[in-house]
């Protein structure tokens, strides 16, 4: 059974940092890309960012490039958000994901697990 438990979400103000985490179980990490999502209450559930197994190769939502940088572990099945300079407007619950392919990976329809996501506040 694949889970994924995220974790390291909080409230912050604004200017602040966080660092997300996701650990997996049940699947061969090295071989899956992963994604984080975010939703804010009322909105769809929106890519941030993304890391592709078999490049390496990263991907960003246009509004936190420069802010936010998605990494890997693969000898610790985990994937870290590091969420700098944090705005209001980043306030979401954040759902990491797992997909088993190196593209289309920057739409949530591209994955085929989920996390139960954390919460992240940032105050202005």
């Known amino acids: 059974q694949v889970q994924l438990v995220e974790s390291g979400g909080g409230l912050v103000q604004a200017g602040g940092s966080l660092r997300l985490s996701c650990t997996a179980s049940g699947l061969t990490f090295s071989t899956y890309s992963m994604g984080w999502f975010r939703q804010a209450p009322g909105k769809e559930r929106d890519f941030a960012a993304a890391i592709s197994w078999s490049t390496g190769n990263t991907y960003y939502l246009d509004s936190v490039k420069g802010r936010f940088t998605v990494s890997r572990d693969n000898a610790k099945n985990t994937v870290h958000l590091q969420m700098n300079n944090l705005k209001p407007e980043d306030t979401a619950v954040y759902f990491c994901?797992?997909?088993?392919?190196?593209?289309?990976?920057?739409?949530?329809?591209?994955?085929?697990?989920w996390g139960q996501g954390t919460q992240v506040t940032v105050s202005s």
């Open positions: 994901a797992a997909s088993p392919r190196s593209s289309y990976i920057t739409s949530r329809y591209g994955y085929d697990y």
